[in-house]
């Protein structure tokens, strides 16, 4: 389930089809789905789409028995950057100061100890994220509902990303924000012991081996500003082969019926 | 101490008549009110031995989220509580189950809708909407055109005549209740007007319970031709016009925190209050 195919995932999409894996790719906005006629006919669900509509067609699947990658009540879960900034607290990640607000006004006085990133509380993709310096700035933001602040913490460098596919770690450095399609492929890195001990505590809260995050390096202090659900894998030498691999392996759990379904991640 | 409520609106008289009952047990009870607040999720933890939601507001169920997932109890339970939030995935399991809901579609583009609306009028709401905000009826295909496009996921459904007003339906355990409620007309507010329960109706309620996980929940039922149908799903309802509900809810609760648990005594609510 997808909004858009980015090269990594295409050819990711190329080397399952060589190998014999059917795949049937759903994007609910451009159809009308008669919800009678939603049924299981796969055998794993990759939910890759980050939209409300795919995630709640997603979570239909699930309570109809679907085997999903990510499992969605995980999925459902990581949205919500309030529920993520605890879970990365309990797990001893270092994240910024974060607050929360349904009236951006409450964040005025943060702005004296100094400037602040706004970002919905659910979002993804960068949708919405707003720096504020100045507290007449927070007058001229065309905000919606609950909003995240946290702490900005001016990077010493481009921001890390790091992605995971069944454990196994990829650095890549990636300036913010994007400005062309080379960006976006980034410079990959050796990552820290550092860096790999936050990654992994990352995916152990969630209970997830399939997942991107997003660290600032500020002072020499690494943070995480974002966690995604499946990481966009952009600029990871070989993704699509190691991509496909841990989808086969998942794909074949699922048909024994062996992939965690839990209620409660 | 968390709470988020809106201080323009009164406080609901039911649950008033809930914690004044429950304080009267025993039962330490706090209820968190702040209009404006500034909130550090980092620094929120478990400290009571109950927590009652019933806000269903994006920031109290952001809350409970975090509060579920360091082994909170709450009520009605937090899972079932996002579930039946979003009515798309609330239509379909309940369809799965047998329990009659309007034909029900979504999609992300309109224009994709005109072939069903030219077949029947149809009902779109928010996925998430509540107290029907949001919802437009179209009658034709050529109202489509005036509805704006959505910004978030609407459930389309198959518009249901029925005879007579809406059934509000009201369940606390395994006790049910109906009201029908009356238009708002010339500046009266809108009435509820106990209406009895017929057998077909506390069987649709009660399966209802059961798919979703809830104990304190409200219905809202069409009287169809074919016999009632479901439009909606809401946990911890207003329970409006239910004479008893005071004392069942609180026996409710004192059961649900005696359940598996030592004897609770402190119970804090989580709210946004409406009447």
């Known amino acids: 389930m997808l909004d858009w195919v980015n090269p990594v995932i295409g050819e990711t999409f190329r080397v399952l089809s060589d190998r014999g894996v059917k795949l049937d790719l759903l994007r609910p906005e451009e159809r009308m789905v008669d919800l009678a006629d939603l049924r299981v006919e796969n055998d794993l669900y990759i939910l890759k789409s980050g939209t ?62 100094g400037p602040l990133i706004l970002k919905p509380y659910r979002g993804s993709r960068g949708a919405g994220i707003h720096i504020v310096r100045k507290p007449q700035e927070l007058d001229g933001l065309n905000l919606d509902g ?38 976006k492929l980034g410079q990959p890195f050796d990552l820290s012991a550092e860096l790999r001990d936050i990654a992994l505590r990352c995916g152990a809260v969630f209970g997830i081996d399939l997942y991107g995050l997003d660290t600032v390096v500020s002072d020499g202090r690494p943070y995480v500003v974002d966690v995604q659900k499946f990481g966009s894998y952009m600029g990871v030498p070989d993704a699509p082969r190691v991509l496909a691999d841990y989808i086969v392996a998942a794909g074949t759990r699922a048909m024994r019926g062996e992939l965690q379904l839990s209620e409660s991640a | 101490m968390l709470a988020f409520r809106n201080n323009s609106r009164s ?135 005036s509805v704006p496009s959505p910004r978030r996921p609407v459930l389309v459904q198959e518009f249901v005549p029925g005879r007579g007003e809406e059934l509000k339906v009201s369940v606390i355990g395994r006790e049910v209740f109906a009201a029908h409620q ?58 409006k016009g239910v004479r008893e509900a005071a004392p069942l809810i609180a026996d409710y609760i004192e059961d649900y925190a005696a359940e598996d648990f030592p004897r609770s005594t402190q119970v804090e609510t989580a709210q946004t209050v409406g009447p």
């Open chain 1, 52 to 113: 409300e509509l795919a995630l709640s067609v997603a979570g239909a699947l699930h309570a109809l028995g679907a085997a999903t990658l990510n499992p969605y009540p995980t999925v459902a879960m990581m949205r919500n950057k309030i529920i993520v900034t605890r879970m990365l607290k309990e797990a001893g990640v270092p994240t910024p100061d974060t607050y929360v607000a349904s009236d951006p006004g409450d964040f005025r006085p943060l702005l004296e100890l």
């Open chain 1, 146 to 183: 609950l909003m995240l602040a946290q702490r900005y913490h001016a990077p010493d460098g481009p921001d890390c990303k790091i992605y995971c596919i069944g454990g196994r770690l990829f650095g890549i450095r990636r300036i913010w924000p994007i400005q062309k399609y080379e960006d």
């Open chain 2, 11 to 145: 406080p609901n008289q039911v649950l008033v008549g809930v914690f004044d009952i429950l304080r009267g047990r025993g039962f330490h009870i706090e209820i968190g009110i702040a209009e404006r607040m500034l909130l550090r999720p980092e620094e929120l933890s478990v400290n009571h031995d109950l927590y009652v939601l019933k806000s269903h507001t994006d920031l109290w169920l952001s809350l409970a989220g975090v509060l579920h997932l360091q082994g909170a109890r709450l009520l009605n339970p937090y899972l079932p509580c996002i579930a039946t939030q979003n009515k798309i995935m609330t239509a379909r399991r309940l369809h799965a189950a047998g329990v009659p809901v309007p034909r029900s579609w979504v999609t992300g583009n309109l224009n994709l809708l005109s072939v069903v609306a030219a077949e029947r009028p149809l009902v779109m709401k928010p996925f998430d909407g509540r107290r029907g905000n949001g919802v437009h009826i179209v009658n034709e295909p050529g109202q489509l055109a």
């Open chain 2, 182 to 239: 009356s238009r708002a007309t010339n500046g009266k507010p809108a009435q509820r007007i106990p209406a009895t329960v017929s057998a077909e109706v506390r069987r649709i309620a009660l399966r209802c319970g059961e798919i979703s996980g809830l104990g304190l929940y409200g219905l809202d039922m069409i009287d169809g031709i074919d016999g009632p149908v479901v439009v909606d799903l809401n946990y911890f309802p207003s329970y």
